[in-house]
């Protein structure tokens, strides 16, 4: 089984920064390099949407509305994936998803809030 734990969430404002990092355990622990990685996000009334994705092989694709503003990278000593976030806007308001894949098979973390208001 593969457990996953988000933080670094919080409230910021408009034009700030956060870094999100998620911690992988269980039966994954051994093979971290081997999944690919991901963040998700879900605001309010909206589907949940990849905002960022980090192959096994290093390899980063982000979506249109973050790139140049977000990135993505991972510690494979630390199974540890992060998320920096820059010049944040009140658009990126949602909560925040870490995700593992491996052979079509994800698995998901609990969350954690990102809020961006004045």
């Known amino acids: 089984q593969v457990q996953l734990v988000e933080s670094g969430g919080g409230l910021v404002q408009p034009g700030g920064s956060l870094r999100l990092s998620c911690v992988a355990s269980?039966?994954?622990?051994?093979?971290?390099?081997?999944?690919?990685m991901g963040w998700y996000r879900q605001a309010p009334g909206k589907q949940r949407e990849l905002v960022a994705r980090?192959?096994?092989?290093?390899?980063?694709n982000y979506l249109d509305s973050v790139k140049g503003r977000f990135t993505i990278s991972r510690d494979n000593a630390k199974n540890t994936v992060y998320l920096q976030m820059n010049s944040l806007k009140p658009e990126d308001t949602a909560v925040y998803y870490c995700?593992?894949?491996?052979?079509?098979?994800?698995?998901w973390g609990q969350g954690t809030q990102v809020t961006v208001s004045s």
């Open positions: 995700n593992a894949e491996r052979f079509s098979i994800s698995s």
């Open positions: 269980g039966t994954m622990f051994n093979f971290y390099s081997l999944y690919n």
């Open positions: 980090i192959s096994s092989s290093g390899d980063t």
